[in-house]
C-alpha cells in the first residue's frame, strides 16, 4: 500500500548511489545475492534467539535490495537480474516466519503457518497476474520501474519488512503480529484477484 508512496523518497538517493558504483564494477546481480546472504543470516539469527541481529540484519537485505535496483537502472536491467530479485526475496519473506516458529514452536508455530499461508495467497495472486499481464502487454510503472507488472495490494513489500523488523524488536508480540497481518495479507490477495479478474476482462481474452 506504501510502496509506490516512498519510491519518489527512496529512488533519488538509491539511484545516485548507483550511479557511483556501477563505476567500481559492483553488478545488481551480485548485491541481490549479497542481499540475500544477509537475508538468510537474519533467519538464522532469529531462529537462534539472536533477534537483535535479525532486525540490523533485515535492514541490510532490505537496503540490499533497492541498490540492485538502482544498479540495474544504472547498468542494463536483464532478466536474470529481475529473476533472481523476485525469487531472492520471496525465499527471505518464507524464511523469516519460519525463523521465529524454529525460535519459539510452542508459541510460534501456528501463527507462523498463518502467516506463510497468507503469504502463499498473496503471492500466488501477485505473480500469477504478472504471468498475465505479460502475455496481454500490460505495463505499469505505479511501483516504479520493475521486471515485471506490479499489481498494488493492502500487504506489500513495505508493510512486510515494518511487521518483519517489529517482530525482531518485540518477538513476544509475534503471534499477535502474525494472525493480525496474516488477515491483512488475505484481504490483500483477495483485493488482487478482484482487480486482476477485471483488467484481465478488459483485454477481452
Request: aromatic share 10%.
Amino acid at each position: 500500500m506504501f510502496d509506490a508512496h516512498l519510491r519518489p523518497l527512496i529512488d533519488p538517493p538509491l539511484n545516485r548511489l548507483g550511479l557511483i558504483l556501477a563505476g567500481t564494477g559492483l553488478t545488481a546481480n551480485s548485491v541481490t545475492l549479497a542481499g540475500f546472504a544477509a537475508g538468510m543470516g537474519a533467519a538464522i539469527a532469529i531462529a537462534t534467539g539472536h533477534t537483535l541481529i535479525g532486525l540490523f540484519l533485515i535492514a541490510v537485505n532490505r537496503f540490499a535490495d533497492g541498490l540492485d535496483g538502482a544498479l540495474a537502472r544504472a547498468t542494463a536491467k536483464t532478466d536474470l537480474g529481475g529473476y533472481l530479485d523476485i525469487t531472492l526475496d520471496f525465499f527471505f519473506y518464507s524464511a523469516i516466519p519460519l525463523a521465529f516458529a524454529i525460535q519459539d514452536p510452542a508459541s510460534n508455530a501456528l501463527p507462523a503457518v498463518a502467516l506463510l499461508a497468507s503469504f502463499y495467497a498473496n503471492g500466488s495472486a501477485f505473480l500469477a497476474f504478472a504471468v498475465m499481464a505479460e502475455k496481454n502487454k500490460l505495463t505499469t510503472d505505479a511501483q516504479g520501474s520493475k521486471s515485471l507488472y506490479y499489481i498494488g495490494g493492502l500487504a506489500e513489500g513495505t508493510e512486510t519488512i515494518a511487521l518483519f523488523l517489529l517482530m525482531a524488536l518485540v518477538p513476544a508480540w509475534f503471534p499477535a503480529l502474525a494472525y493480525g497481518f496474516a488477515a491483512i495479507c488475505v484481504v490483500s490477495a483477495g483485493a488482487r484477484v478482484l482487480i486482476g479478474v477485471k483488467a484481465l476482462r478488459q483485454t477481452g481474452r
